[in-house]
């Protein structure tokens, strides 16, 4: 058997950028990367030549992690939605289980900073996106069902009926995507005054 020959570091071969970019960039990166152009600029820009030039790596390394473009807008939507409703839904239940200190807590989403300005944004994005495309908009409306939804187990926890419950997780979902929007009305008083208005409004029992 022939000597074993060691290679001097400086001679091994040194990985093609490609591979560099498959070993440090994930699919997480490509999604948050097309989530900020799809912000910044609309769907038409989310093109893998933008998003590749954006994060410095060529086309190919893509395709290590997608089949192709639309199997990356999925990928979009699917983080959108885990993000923007399971995580938080998981959070507010982890937090607290008595349903009036939920209501209060959606009822201050709006409100929370830099964190509710970009996921406004991000939600306007989509938004745009779905009136253009029908699996955006299956995302969306499955999303929209999913939250009011569990705002309306939040109402029936506090005594409400099925219907008027669901009816009532509507008119807060409404409220919370209306201040998400107009975000710029009125002061930090003035929104103070109406999302305690809101918080009555929609616990008072009406008259039978």
Not at 111 to 118: K, P
Request: with cysteine; glycine share 4%.
């Amino acid at each position: 058997m022939p000597p074993r020959t060691e290679v001097a570091p400086s001679s091994r071969p040194r990985p093609r950028a490609a591979d560099e970019a498959r070993t440090t960039l994930t699919p997480h990166h490509w999604i948050a990367e097309a989530t900020a152009v799809l912000v910044d600029s609309g769907i038409d820009t989310v093109r893998v030549d933008v998003l590749a030039k954006r994060l410095g790596v060529t086309r190919g390394s893509f395709y290590w992690h997608f089949k192709d473009r639309d199997d990356l807008l999925s990928h979009v939507l699917g983080a959108w939605r885990n993000a923007a409703t399971e995580q938080l839904i998981e959070r507010f239940e982890h937090r607290t289980s008595d349903p009036h200190a939920l209501l209060k807590e959606l009822i201050s989403l709006p409100f929370r900073g830099r964190s509710a300005q970009q996921a406004a944004r991000i939600e306007l994005a989509i938004r745009g996106w779905a009136r253009r495309d029908a699996t955006a908009r299956q995302a969306v409306d499955d999303v929209d069902a999913r939250r009011i939804s569990y705002i309306a187990q939040c109402f029936s926890a506090l005594g409400f009926d099925i219907a008027e419950a669901r009816h009532r997780g509507f008119l807060l979902y409404a409220y919370e995507v209306a201040e998400s929007m107009l975000s710029n009305q009125g002061t930090a008083a003035q929104k103070t005054q109406r999302s305690a208005l809101m918080e009555q409004l929609l616990l008072t029992r009406l008259p039978a």
